[in-house]
């Protein structure tokens, strides 16, 4: 059936069968390619978007259940000024090896922002806990979300 | 493709714009170059001054799209800021061998892309120096701009541009190079040339390729490796909407080829998974089925106890040795196969129209891409267009191309353009392990706190006298040729669980296994690991003969570095252990220096890890180095504290990161690294961190708890004291 999708403020519409997990909508039906595929489970965060500005896993959310809520992907993140700072922070430190969590990690990171302008560092290990670097950027992932708070990163 | 999104354009059409293109054929190291007239394209300057540079390699993370291209752009004299780097396709007769494996970029291309790049500037120069009517050695370049310092002239090399393409490409060999203190680009931190790509969730990986008129593909394999197709509901599949196709491929026996299984294809990736939960498929019985890992260990131990089936190496009198020895240690040590767990799963794009195949592929090793799927075909390589397309990790997963030749062969079959992405579980089930293995040491101390013999009888997986990939072990392995009484026997165990490497291959596990018993017998000698490990190493700057020369000097160096930065000797607080070890692979020394906190419930806080190494004279890129060797310690501990695969019935027990867990932020402790120049060719970043930190961790365990780690992955219920 055909749904009507708000996708990083436009509206796009997929036909597609409504138990159709979100993540296979935005990158087969709508090109939305940011958002990564790496368990399908919720596991590990790569497909991370925000569904009315929350952090939400679109591998295992189907798409009827999404409705006319406001998804912005990692396409989208940077007109929002928080996430344009995260972006930046990770631009700035250099984070990535390979890449392919990174939106996701920035996903993350911006809701975390959002709703802990200055997290600490259990904030961080929190809120970022659900997303996996395999190549384990961990450390310049922790720096950058507080660069991006404007916190002093530890040496 | 500037900022580095996939190409839409083919190569030959980017080479025909305007300005200077300047080619050599960089045959195999040592090796004349071919000739026969073929341009090689590496370096394109534009009328406005823009470089473009080749980056040759697959880029898997390991920062060689930005690295390699630094070598070149420091000799051709220009800005960083002005080069733009474009992926190279794969194609040897241009490049020599593209590969990311075996932490090679570095020393194979040290020498060569610098001297492409001074090659590209004396051909600038010349044309300068013919067009001013002065001698080429009156001139100089910096920043992309040619001089002539008597007369003040200048030019740019985007003036020059079109000339210079007319001009001889300079003996590679004798062009000049620079100074090194005149560096402006090699040893500066550089951000990755796709970082903003990146950030902005640009459409750069394997994944994300996309071909006007292409279907997605699903392909399902037994769970037993190599088991043969017995039945499948291919008209169920069918039924599903969006499903065009299902059929069977035969495939062969070869687990390095194409193994039989069942293609779903879809116009959407999500229909054809739907479709094949709909095949039932049933698989033939295969003799895999009856191995797991409880037998191979179980077998393991049994021939432990058995004369070897080879014995590898024997210096001295180790019998001997053991019965003097005022001291003696025996300890089993063990390590369970290994998943690669790239975060993008395995996938590849192909098209094949008019006898001619185009493959999109996230690969670290094309070239056996090639051969595979044209043997496998029946096509000829020539026909074969690979594209190197950015890998979501590599790990040595990549090395292999069994995802290759399946995209390539459903590709075929349908007549249309094919994504084929595996799922996170047939990544997990299908992958080609680091092998386990089993290690059975004695080893004794005598009256002055020395090593007095080493006995190793390894039982790995092989068979007739073969070890399967990656299950060896180097008669050369450290410590043989440090002791005068050493042994080392082996024992095979047949297996038909694909094997192969996974970053730092054989060093992830014998480095856990020979700094774990050195710590053992440096505590049965009543002396402080640090002191033990350099007495071990001796006063010899180098160890053994040629290119297998070990030089302990470069190690006993950064031993002693990484015992300062660390602290060592200080008093830990309670709970707390450091532990230290050292390895050598892939050309790289590296020590290292865990501290620990154990509770006691028996949970492991990872409070530090320090890390000296030698790569020799120059970091390249100390931005990307940095973040290598902190992504390998990280790696290593994660391995250490959670990582296995289990054999059941023939058949990967795990399947997602529910059951092979990965280290998470919250566990990742901080990381101070320090490098020291030694005067040698600098080398590669992408593995030898790793292998120390394994033994280190578990050195440190036992130095807050007293308890050994000589299983892994390791399990906290043993280091419960409450």
Known sequence: MAFRLNVNGKTMSADVDGDTPLLWVLRDTLGVLGPKYGCGIGACGACTVHVDGAPLRSCSTPVEAVGAAKIVTIEGVGADAVGKRVQEAWIELDVAQCGYCQPGQIMSATALLKAKPRPSDADIDEAMGGNICRCATYTRIRAAIKKASGQAAEA | ?722
């Not at chain 2, 043969?228 to 495939?251: C, H, I, N, W, Y």
Request: include cysteine.
């Open chain 2, 1 to 722: 493709m500037a900022d580095g999104t996939l190409p839409t354009a083919s190569r030959r059409e980017v080479l025909a714009g305007a300005g200077l293109v300047i080619g050599f054929s960089i045959a195999g190291k040592g090796e004349a170059a071919e000739t026969g007239g073929k341009l090689n394209a590496y370096v394109q300057v534009a009328p406005d001054n823009t470089v473009t540079i080749a980056a040759k390699n697959p880029e898997i993370g390991q920062g060689v799209k930005t690295m390699l291209p630094m070598l070149i752009a420091e000799e051709l004299d220009v800005d960083w800021s002005a080069v733009r780097t474009r992926q190279a396709d794969s194609d040897p007769a241009a490049y020599g061998r593209q590969f990311a494996g075996g932490s090679m970029a570095t020393p194979l291309n040290w020498d060569e892309l610098r001297r492409v790049g001074a090659a590209a500037r004396v051909m600038l120069v010349a044309a300068a120096a013919q067009g001013w009517g002065v001698p080429a050695s009156e001139c100089a370049t910096a920043s992309g701009v040619v001089h002539h310092k008597a007369s003040g002239r200048k030019a740019t090399y985007g003036s020059l541009a079109a000339k210079a393409a007319e001009a001889p490409v300079p003996d590679l060999k004798t062009v000049p190079l620079k100074d090194a203190k005149d560096y402006k680009i090699i040893g500066q931190p550089k951000r990755q040339v796709d970082t903003a790509a990146i950030v902005a969730g640009k459409p750069l990986f394997g994944i994300d390729v996309t071909l006007p008129g292409m279907l997605y593909a699903t392909f399902e394999k037994a769970p037993v490796f190599g088991a043969r197709v017995a039945s499948a509901d291919l008209a169920a599949a069918k039924r599903v909407k969006g499903v065009t196709d299902a059929f069977v491929v035969e495939g062969g026996e070869s687990l390095d080829g194409l193994l039989p299984g069942v293609a779903v294809v879809a116009t959407s990736w999500w229909a054809a998974r739907k479709g094949r939960d709909r095949l039932a498929a049933t698989w033939a019985d295969h003799p895999t089925g009856a191995q797991s890992s409880a037998a191979f260990e179980a077998r393991a131990v049994e021939l432990s106890t058995q004369a070897p089936g080879k014995t590898e190496r024997n210096d001295g009198d180790v019998a001997a040795a053991l019965a003097g020895a005022v001291k003696t240690v025996e300890a089993a040590y063990a390590y369970p196969f290994l998943a690669h767990a790239n975060l993008e799963p395995q996938n590849c794009t192909a098209r094949f129209k008019d006898g001619k195949l185009e493959i999109w592929a996230p690969t670290q090793n094309p070239e056996p891409g090639r051969q595979l799927v044209a043997k496998t075909l029946g096509i000829a390589p020539e026909a074969i267009t690979i594209h190197l397309i950015r890998c979501g990790g590599g790990f040595g997963r990549r090395l292999s191309n069994d995802y290759m030749v399946e995209a390539a062969w459903i590709a075929r079959q349908v007549g249309a353009p094919v994504k084929l992405l595996w799922t996170r579980e047939d990544d997990m089930r299908h992958d080609y392990y680091r092998p386990a293995g089993w290690h059975f040491l004695k080893g004794g101390v005598g009256a002055s706190g020395e090593i007095v013999g080493w006995h190793d009888h390894f039982v790995s997986l092989g068979q007739e006298g073969a070890f399967a990939r990656s299950a060896g072990m180097s008669p050369t392995e450290f410590p043989a040729r440090f002791l005068a009484n050493y042994r080392y026997d082996s024992s095979l165990i047949p297996c038909g669980v694909p094997t192969g490497p996974l970053r730092a291959p054989g060093s992830n596990a014998i480095a856990f296994v020979v700094q774990s018993f050195i710590d053992e017998l440096a505590h049965a000698a009543g002396a402080d690991p640090v002191a033990f490990r350099l007495k071990l190493l001796g006063d010899k700057p180098v160890v053994g003969e040629g290119a297998s020369g070990y030089a302990a000097g470069r190690m006993a160096a950064v031993v002693k570095l990484v015992a300062e930065k660390s602290g060592w000797g200080r008093k830990p607080p309670k709970g707390h252990g450091l532990g230290v070890a050292f390895h050598y692979s892939h050309l790289g020394y590296f020590a290292e220096v865990v501290e620990v906190a154990v509770d006691p419930g028996g949970a492991i806080k990872l409070v530090k890890v320090w890390v000296a190494a030698d790569i020799g004279r120059h970091v390249i890129n100390p931005m990307g180095a940095l973040n290598q060797v902190e992504g390998s310690v990280l790696d290593g501990l994660s391995v250490a504290l959670h990582q296995k695969i289990t054999i059941e019935n023939g058949a990967a027990a795990e399947s997602n990161f529910g059951d092979y867990p990965l280290m998470r932020i919250g566990e990742a402790p901080p990381i101070e690294t320090h490098f020291i120049k030694s005067d040698h060719s600098p080398t590669g970043l992408g593995e030898p961190a790793l292998p120390p930190v394994l033994p280190a961790l578990c050195n440190a365990i036992f130095a807050a708890t007293g308890k050994r780690i000589r299983r892994l992955p390791i399990e906290t219920e043993l280091l419960k004291t409450a």
